[in-house]
């Protein structure tokens, strides 16, 4: 069955640091998301991007957030400074409609 | 701002029992709805989806919907201590938004 996969799995890095989280959607899939969930609090939308574009985005994807679509099938959000406040597990998913699958997640940890 | 509410537990049940699981939701134009399981330190994990008030069953699980009372809830059947995780409820506004606004989720414990 087909997966979202998600790399790496956990991430260490020092504050002010740039990182970019890597993932591969369904490759049937037409929607993509990022979503983060801190530890002990509700998982929480990021941004959702379709057709090359990001379609919607939170209060919390500000501008040191991005979203790429580098080639035909990786999808990636780069967190350009990051604060000690980043630190979360970041769940990307892919939907061809509504229904959204998602990836293990990415844990990081900023220092 | 769009709530989604769930009772946080834990929700303990014997084994071989029903576990109910309600999540109500503030957008009364929601129109499609999720249940996700998540492990410790897992990811969302889909079970179920509906979209029309009613019951929608899919083996032991069952889906319950009331737009009216803006209401939702899942039914665990023959409850397994595979089936202890955290349950998330999901809710998608529609209008041409695919965002999901989860609740904090609800922890079930299945007693051997």
């Known amino acids: 069955e087909p997966e979202v996969t998600q790399t790496p799995s956990h991430q260490v890095t020092q504050m002010g640091q740039e990182v970019i989280l890597r993932c591969v959607p369904i490759s049937n899939h037409l929607y993509f998301y990022w979503y983060r969930q801190i530890l002990g609090q509700k998982v929480e939308f990021l941004v959702s991007f379709y057709n090359n574009e990001i379609s919607e985005k939170s209060e919390i994807f500000d501008d040191q957030f991005s979203v790429e679509r580098p080639d035909g099938s990786n999808f990636t959000l780069k967190i350009r400074s990051t604060k000690l406040e980043d630190s979360a597990m970041y769940f990307c998913a892919s939907s061809i409609q509504e229904t959204q699958y998602f990836g293990p997640g990415t844990r990081l940890l900023v220092l | 701002q769009k709530e989604v509410e769930q009772n946080s537990g834990p929700l303990s049940v014997p084994e071989g029992a029903i576990a109910s699981l309600n999540c109500t939701y503030s957008d009364r134009g929601s129109q499609s709805f999720f249940w996700y399981r998540q492990y410790s330190g897992k990811s969302p994990e889909l079970i179920m989806s509906i979209y029309s008030n009613g019951d929608k069953e899919d083996g032991r699980f069952t889906a319950q919907l009331n737009k009216a009372s803006q209401y939702v809830s899942l039914l665990i059947r023959d409850s397994q201590p595979s089936d202890s995780a955290t349950y998330l409820c999901?809710?998608?506004?529609?209008?041409?938004?695919?965002?999901?606004?989860f609740g904090k989720g609800t922890k079930l414990s299945v007693i051997p």
């Open positions: 999901a809710v998608n506004s529609g209008a041409g938004s695919y965002q999901l606004t």
